[in-house]
């Protein structure tokens, strides 16, 4: 291991890694070395290799440099634990990203800064590129699309906040000055989060447009050229897992930023495997005493009938649950791992006051729904005393059994499992389910199915 000093943020590090002037950057501490991982992974299989991750804490940094990845020492000293969104040291975090943009730009070099709790789908740099009076594009919170190709958002439509996981600076002069003013905003008050920061400082003026093509606009200080990424390829939580705007658009997204979700870092992290854009050890694939799944039952009247609102919703949703809950009692009776079902909404979930789906939007009633939306799923997944809580049962996103990474052993291991009466012909009733693999309950299980099956478990 090289002395830490080696590691350290400097012109020649940047330009080693460099490509066309531009390098891509993200950072984290400990807690995030999964996310990370998968952040390198799709941007390395995507062929770009422009990269750099900055390391919150010394854990981090010694774990990326012997696994090969690029990383620089920012000198931060924070916990190696997940902090949480909206602490104090999650706002200094944030900090940290002001002023590792500060630190770039005078070097020279464009810069794509980005969250850790984002993935690319597809190579940005062409995309960027199609800009190149941009001082600035960042993506954003819109949920109302304000596009339907691959254009620039319409700015002038663009009422959301604008989102700093994603966005890449070019290093002028405007550029330079808004990222001095904004470091400078955020040290003298450090109850600004740094995305109300940004937001507040390049709106101070919004417009005329830069020409009548790109998209790109004045902004801040009226030099600023701003241009909005388009929200249906630079996908949000909200346009990616409940609208699937590129897939009704035709269009190839090019990343995904887990927001709008309601279940902390683990919710993220689930987000990222039921679009099976996670990447996960071997060992997640295949879990001792193996799995089981079900295809739910649910009739057309719960899905379609009737009005979407509070009652229809919820009906639909506590039927699934109750199957659910079965399910949960099966497979910890049988020491087995759960595959969720996939769930259907016919109702938005989100954090404030709305009417079941967003006006303007494109969110389809009902929908496949995120688990987060149901269930609380950073509670589902954490390591709670078996004393209080019983044993865990652990469970696996919707997706698991369609993700190529599932080892082939595992997919030919299926064990179909069906009720009938004993005595009857063809029936040879068993309760030997010591047999390593996948059971896969009958398609369309009621609760009362799942409830009988559960009662012939018990003597297992």
């Keep these: 291991m090289p002395r830490l000093k080696s590691f350290r943020l400097t012109k020649e590090l940047v330009a080693q890694r460099a490509k066309d002037n531009v390098i891509i950057v993200t950072f984290g501490n400990f807690a995030f070395m999964d996310f990370i991982l998968t952040w390198v992974k799709h941007l390395t299989d995507l062929g770009v290799s422009n990269l750099l991750v900055g390391a919150m804490d010394a854990k981090l940094l010694n774990a990326l440099y012997w696994k090969g990845i690029p990383v620089f020492d920012m000198g931060s000293h924070i916990s190696t634990d997940d902090v949480g969104w909206g602490s104090p040291i999650f706002h200094k975090m944030g900090r940290q990203k002001v002023l590792l943009i500060n630190a770039i730009l005078p070097f020279g070099f464009e810069l794509l800064m980005c969250d850790t709790d984002m993935v690319w789908l597809k190579n940005p740099l062409p995309y960027l590129a199609r800009y190149p009076d941009a001082d600035i594009l960042t993506s954003s919170d819109q949920v109302v699309p304000t596009v339907v190709d691959d254009r620039l958002a319409d700015w002038k439509q663009v009422g959301a906040a604008y989102n700093i996981g994603i966005f890449h600076w070019r290093p002028t002069p405007p550029a330079k000055k808004l990222a001095k003013e904004w470091i400078d905003m955020l040290l003298a008050d450090d109850r600004i989060w740094d995305q109300n920061g940004f937001n507040e400082l390049v709106r101070r003026q919004t417009g005329p447009a830069f020409d009548d093509e790109s998209g790109i606009f004045y902004s801040y200080d009226g030099n600023l050229k701003l241009g909005i990424l388009p929200e249906s390829i630079f996908c949000s939580g909200h346009t990616y897992f409940v609208q699937a705007l590129h897939q009704q658009f035709r269009l190839q997204p090019y990343a995904l930023h887990t927001t709008f979700q309601y279940a902390g ?98 969110t389809r009633q009902p929908f496949l729904c995120p688990l987060d939306h149901v269930f609380e799923v950073n509670v589902m997944l954490r390591d709670l005393p078996a004393e209080e809580f019983g044993p865990a049962i652990n469970i696996r996103e919707y997706s698991f059994l369609n993700n190529p990474f599932l080892p082939q052993r595992v997919r030919e291991s299926w064990l179909d499992v069906q009720l009938c009466q004993e005595g009857t012909e063809d029936c040879h009733a068993s309760s030997n389910t010591s047999r390593p693999g996948l059971l896969r309950f009958p398609k369309r299980s009621s609760e009362e199915t799942m409830l009988a099956l559960l009662a012939w478990c018990r003597p297992c």
């Excluded at 009692?329 to 954090?351: E, K």
């Design 265 to 362: 870092t683990e919710g993220k992290r689930h987000r990222l495997r039921e679009a099976m854009v996670f990447f996960d050890p071997p060992e997640y694939y295949d879990a001792p005493g193996g799995f089981l799944s079900f295809r739910p039952s649910i009739s057309k009247s719960l899905l379609l009938d009737g009005e979407h609102n509070l009652e229809s919703h919820f009906s639909l949703i506590n039927y699934q649950m109750r199957q659910i809950r079965s399910a949960l009692g099966l497979a910890s009776v049988l020491n087995r791992t759960l595959v969720m079902p996939p769930l259907w909404c016919r109702l938005d979930r989100l954090w404030f006051p709305h009417p079941g789906a967003l006006l303007g939007s494109m």
